[in-house]
């Protein structure tokens, strides 16, 4: 359950990070190669997860992090910042600009106009992409049962896979297991409810 949690919630901390500058500077700046890049975050969307299996084991073999709570936090921190940009940034366009023109002309630099001014207007299309970040981590299972050999590291779905057999099924540990499973989600969708109506349609128009 510690390394569901651990995984889960580091990888969704730094997707936000990741995907919050990203955004914002897709919806702020001009630069060669803007659009070629939204473009590319939008393709990578149209291919499933399991097509990047092979390269990814291969690129954590190579750096070191298989069998490692780091490496699958960081396979899942940015395989999650593609849909994150794009609702962000939906999101970030709909700030009046005219708020950091004013901070601008106060002195403000743009490393204080983004966590001062945009970030807590941003708060509930944050919460709401941090929300989506979490529970693909906390319930992803293919890439942790194929990157993690050690017990120790194994994720709760993972460990609820274990109680189904070749020959039979241990029902009530399955049970319990997905009771595990599904309540800190819930927990969560309470906790971030004020903000769900507003996020999940926030980054979806322009306008």
Do not use: C
Request: charged share 10%.
């Amino acid at each position: 359950l510690w390394n569901s949690f651990a995984i889960a919630g580091a990888s969704s901390l730094l997707g936000i990070f990741l995907s919050a500058t990203a955004a914002y500077a897709f919806s702020r700046f001009r630069f060669p190669g803007r659009r070629a890049g939204l473009l590319a975050f939008l393709a990578t969307q149209m291919f499933p997860g399991t097509m990047m299996m092979i390269p990814l084991y291969l690129l954590l073999n190579y750096l070191g992090l298989l069998d490692s709570m780091a490496g699958l936090i960081l396979v899942y921190a940015t395989t999650s910042v593609p849909f994150s940009v794009w609702n962000l940034k939906g999101y970030f366009d709909t700030i009046p600009k005219e708020l950091e023109e004013a901070a601008i002309i106060d002195g403000a630099s743009q490393a204080r106009i983004f966590w001062t001014i945009v970030i807590p207007l941003s708060a509930p299309a944050i919460a709401i992409t941090a929300l989506f970040s979490f529970m693909t981590a906390w319930n992803e299972y293919i890439l942790a049962a194929k990157f993690m050999d050690s017990e120790l590291h194994y994720t709760l779905p993972v460990v609820v896979n274990g109680a189904v057999g070749s020959k039979s099924v241990r029902w009530g540990d399955f049970a319990a297991g997905a009771v595990l499973v599904s309540a800190p989600v819930v927990a969560l969708f309470l906790g971030l409810q004020r903000f769900i109506v507003g996020g999940l349609t926030a980054g979806g128009v322009k306008g």
